[in-house]
């Protein structure tokens, strides 16, 4: 039902849950939703946000200096950290913690509900890729289903604590029609769904704005999804990247 449905994947819209439950898991060995602990700086596009040193939502780095979010992540300003893969350690090495005041969300967003989830985030510096940070650039052509793709994030794990290290999951494409089916009536052409399979992997709250990875290109963000994570059959829903190349590069090139 669409009243569970709508629910976007940012920890400052799940406050309400994280107030109760928000100290993050000592023991790494706990999931994302099911997934496992990213080997250390293999998303290096992998950008966290944050406002008032909390953590909130994530990104990606598309450019040296764009950071790609979910627009349902807008904030005056942000800290932005790269480079990161333990969110606890102070000053990890390898890590930049940037700040950005200019971020430009789709003109589109939320016509309709929940539509075209994107925004981009100009950081006030450039900065040089490393070992540790790194873009990626978005893809054009747009996934199929079956396709297989990483998720990452420092979102809620299975057991509705944060994660200190960053999380890896594979998920599944689904096919468009699946997604129209069950997300109807807020499907929208600019979303994509991916997991809803048995083995219950999937994104959840806090990984908003984070990369879904096909085919060594950014595809899709992590958008929203239904209250409680990772059950079968219900996909979480991610912005669909190819739709917005465009866009994009314009917006870029333009600011
Ligand atoms: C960005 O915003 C912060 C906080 O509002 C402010 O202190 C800083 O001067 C701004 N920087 C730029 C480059 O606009
Ligand atoms: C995701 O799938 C790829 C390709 O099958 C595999 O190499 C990788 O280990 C998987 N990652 C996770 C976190 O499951
Ligand atoms: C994946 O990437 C390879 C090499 O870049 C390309 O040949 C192939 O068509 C791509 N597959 C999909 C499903 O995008």
């Known amino acids: 039902m669409v009243a569970t449905v709508e629910k976007p994947w940012g920890l400052f819209l799940g406050y309400l849950i994280l107030g109760v439950t928000g100290s993050r898991a000592s023991d790494t060995s706990s999931q994302i939703v099911n997934g496992e602990d990213c080997s250390p700086h293999s998303q290096p596009w992998q950008a966290a946000l944050f406002m008032e040193n909390e953590f909130f939502c994530a990104g990606v780095l598309v450019h040296p200096q764009w950071v790609l979010s979910a627009a349902h992540c807008f904030q005056d300003s942000y800290t932005i950290g790269l480079g990161l893969h333990n969110l606890e350690a102070r000053q990890e090495p390898g890590s930049r913690m940037l700040e950005a005041n200019l971020s430009i969300r789709h003109p589109e967003y939320n ?84 997991g809803g399979g048995q083995d219950q992997k999937d994104a959840c709250n806090g990984d908003s704005g984070g990369p879904l990875i096909c085919n060594e290109s950014l595809h899709g963000l992590v958008s929203f999804g239904q209250d409680q994570c990772g059950q079968v059959g219900v996909p979480g829903v991610y912005t669909n990247l190819c739709k917005f190349t465009d866009w994009i590069q314009k917006t870029i090139q333009a600011s």
């Open 111 to 194: 016509k309709p509900l929940l539509a075209n989830d994107l925004m981009l985030i100009k950081l006030n510096e450039l900065v040089t890729p490393s070992d540790t940070i790194r873009d990626i650039s978005v893809a054009s052509l747009c996934p199929t289903a079956g396709d297989s793709c990483l998720v990452s994030g420092w979102g809620l794990l299975v057991n509705g604590r944060l994660p200190t290290v960053l999380q890896c999951v594979n998920v599944s494409v689904v096919s468009e029609d699946e997604c129209r089916e069950l997300y109807d009536p807020v499907y929208h052409p600019s979303m994509l769904c991916a």
